[in-house]
């Protein structure tokens, strides 16, 4: 099965700042990649899908890029309610597999 | 606005089988639109996929879990169930339902429910 890994596993940056996230394929899924945001005690919400497409309502802020094994989640201008665990989601083909995570906090 | 509510004992003994139910409301799982998963996140830990079914009741299960899991589909009631046999402290985890949206990405979550196996 295809592994995905995240790095780094937490971060703290300054309201501001621009954060990237990295998540790896232990193979090529060209862009079946998913992002999802998880606030502290809420269910994990939908922000990016196909590696880099928006879903409605989510901040301009957040964009995905990335093919193959290799992707990325910045946040361009940190925010307070960005607090949260990013975790990618590969979904080429079954079993759906998420990345192990990344703490994102405020510096 | 579609809604998933999980439902089942928050207590389960060791060696026994876990059973949960999800309620689906706002959207029909017998249209056929979308798959159906259930996932899992221990405490402090990341999320895990533990399988999907569509309305023909065709499943797809995780390897690390299908010699335990068991997903099935009540169209007639808008539901969809897990169960997972022989649990140990290891499947102590919050239980979430999702609606899954090509079968692919989870669009819609149920609110999660805790699942404690301890005897």
């Known amino acids: 099965d295809i592994q995905m890994t995240q790095s780094p596993s937490s971060l703290s940056a300054s309201v501001g700042d621009r954060v990237t996230i990295t998540c790896r394929a232990s193979q090529g899924i060209s862009n079946y990649l998913a992002w999802y945001q998880q606030k502290p005690g809420k269910v994990p919400k939908l922000l990016i899908h196909a590696a880099s497409t928006l879903q409605s309502g989510v901040p301009s802020r957040f964009s995905g890029s990335g093919s193959g094994t290799d992707f990325s989640l910045t946040i361009s201008s940190l925010q307070p309610e960005d607090v949260a665990i990013y975790y990618c989601q590969k979904y080429d083909s079954v079993p759906l597999t998420f990345g192990g995570g990344t703490k994102v906090e405020i510096k | 606005q579609v809604q998933l509510q999980e439902s089942g004992p928050g207590l389960v003994k060791p060696s026994q089988t876990l059973s949960l139910s999800c309620t689906v409301s706002?959207?029909?799982?017998?249209?056929?639109?979308?798959?159906w998963s259930w996932i899992r996140q221990p405490a402090g830990k990341g999320l895990e996929w533990i399988g999907r079914?569509?309305?023909?009741?065709?499943?797809n299960y995780n390897p690390s879990l299908r010699n335990r899991v068991t997903i099935s589909v009540d169209t007639s009631n808008n539901q969809f169930s897990l169960k997972l046999s022989s649990v140990t402290a290891a499947d102590t985890a919050i239980y979430y339902c999702?609606?899954?949206?090509?079968?692919?990405?989870?669009?819609?979550w149920g609110q999660g429910t805790l699942v404690t196996i301890s005897s």
């Open positions: 999702a609606r899954t949206s090509r079968g692919e990405l989870f669009d819609y």
């Open positions: 079914i569509y309305t023909s009741g065709s499943t």
């Open positions: 706002g959207d029909s799982i017998s249209s056929g639109s979308h798959y």
